[in-house]
């Protein structure tokens, strides 16, 4: 059973555009949602990262929406770079003694100049 | 700036053989991680150490799987021996603790078995 499962599975958007890459999770005792980038040869790397607590948290050019009673949270990346061309996952963990990343298969973003 | 590091980046080993990888965390990092991730799929978690203890290794294949943390530091994961469908990117993580939920990744080890 996968517990965190990301849509689209890749996406292609123009330099300047909105990217939205949405993800729904299983588990209610999550409690805990990264956004991780990872680019090719690269581990994966902490990008922004939101508690069930608030519904948004923007950072940047970057932003998490979250909906508790859907079980669903997205990344929105404004104004797209051809930088931000990489592999995106989201995760989720709960908090506490065992805390662990659950990973979605991720999502390739290629954003064309 | 205070980085996980990994090595070998590259391994190729033949069906079979034994290989090894290594994990040096960022200094302090009492949490460390060892992730399988499968080329096209996210990050699987092996592993889990707090310190030199194991806190999970529930989907550790233990058969051909090991995992060791001796001096709650650095940490070695081995396969012996290895298989096809070993072939994959082996990740290692740390955080401060295991409460901590910001888990820092390092460039990891890319193992082909042929």
């Known amino acids: 059973q996968q517990q965190v499962k990301q849509s689209p599975q890749s996406l292609i958007v123009q330099k300047g555009g909105i990217s939205i890459i949405n993800c729904a999770y299983e588990?209610?005792?999550?409690?805990?949602f990264p956004w991780y980038q990872q680019f090719p040869g690269k581990g994966p790397a902490l990008l922004i990262a939101?508690?069930?607590?608030?519904s948004e948290k923007k950072e940047g050019r970057f932003t998490i929406s979250f909906n508790k009673s859907a079980k669903q949270f997205s990344l929105h990346i404004m104004d797209s770079q051809p930088g931000d061309s990489a592999t995106y996952f989201c995760?989720?963990?709960?908090?506490?003694?065992?805390?662990?990343?659950?990973f979605g298969k991720g999502i390739t973003l290629s954003v064309r100049p | 700036e205070a980085e996980v590091a990994q090595s070998p980046r590259y391994k190729i080993t033949e069906k079979s053989q034994a290989v090894a990888f290594w994990c040096d965390p960022i200094?302090?990092?009492?949490?460390l991680y060892w992730y399988r991730q499968i080329l096209g799929q996210g990050p699987e978690l092996l592993v889990q150490?707090?310190?030199?203890?194991?806190?999970?290794d529930s989907q550790l294949p233990k058969d051909r799987f090991s995992a060791e943390r001796l001096k709650g530091v650095d940490s070695t994961l081995k396969i012996q021996p290895a298989e096809l469908g070993d072939s994959a990117m082996y990740l290692c993580?740390?955080?401060?603790?295991?409460?901590?939920?910001?888990?820092?990744f390092g460039q990891g080890t890319r193992l082909t078995v042929v």
């Open positions: 995760a989720a963990t709960t908090t506490g003694a065992n805390s662990k990343l659950t």
């Open positions: 150490f707090q310190d030199e203890s194991v806190v999970d």
């Open positions: 588990n209610t005792a999550f409690d805990y």
């Open positions: 939101i508690r069930p607590d608030v």
């Open positions: 993580a740390s955080s401060l603790a295991l409460a901590n939920t910001e888990a820092f």
């Open positions: 200094s302090g990092h009492a949490t």
